[in-house]
Each structure stands twice: as structure tokens, then as C-alpha cells.
């Protein structure tokens, strides 16, 4: 029994028209992730981590069995900033003494 493909198409689509985008820019965009879940109770998804400068960028698109690809891709951004004060955050959480140390 062979493997089901399953094909994102509007990720695909979006990626590179991102990824044209920056290379016409003059940047050089590196993918970080591209990852696509297992399918559980009939629904997968397609993670892709594309990281520019001090910015990283995440493109997902869900697939529904009954369906396919649902043809949304949800974006969102995050600084190198922002992602370092959520770094900071979980570290205070792990070691809270050392945090308090550090004040």
C-alpha cells in the first residue's frame, strides 16, 4: 500500500511568491522548517519557518481528508527581539532562582 501524497498547494504558491519577493529585494531568505503533521482524525497540517534578516516568518495551511488543502495560508511574523524576550521569558520560568539572581 503506497503513501499518500499530500500536496499544499496555496503554501507552495505563497511561499514562493514570498520568497521571489525578498530574493528581488536583495535578501537571502533561509527556510528554517517545512514540516507537514502526520494526519490524525483526518487533518494534517504544513508548517513553514522562512527566516530574513532579524525576522522570521511562519506559513501554515490545514488539510481536511474529506476536503484537501483548505486553500488558506495563515502568516505571521516575529522579531528577533520579540522572539529573544519570549527566549528570556521560558528561561525565567525553567530557572526561576537564577532569573532572580539576575536582577
Not at 494526519?39 to 532579524?54: A, D
Not at 511574523?77 to 527566549?87: E, H, K
Amino acid at each position: 500500500m503506497s503513501e499518500q501524497v499530500i500536496a499544499f498547494p496555496e503554501l507552495e504558491s505563497v511561499l514562493t511568491a514570498h520568497i521571489n519577493d525578498l530574493r528581488a529585494k536583495g535578501a537571502d531568505p533561509v527556510i528554517l522548517l517545512d514540516e507537514t503533521t502526520e494526519p490524525t482524525y483526518g487533518v494534517c497540517s504544513r508548517t513553514v519557518l522562512v527566516v530574513n534578516g532579524p525576522e522570521l516568518t511562519s506559513f501554515t495551511e490545514l488539510w481536511i481528508e474529506d476536503y484537501g488543502p483548505l486553500g488558506m495560508v495563515t502568516k505571521g511574523s516575529i522579531t528577533a527581539r520579540a522572539a529573544r524576550l519570549f527566549v528570556d521569558y521560558l528561561d525565567k520560568k525553567r530557572f526561576p532562582q537564577q532569573a532572580e539572581g539576575d536582577s
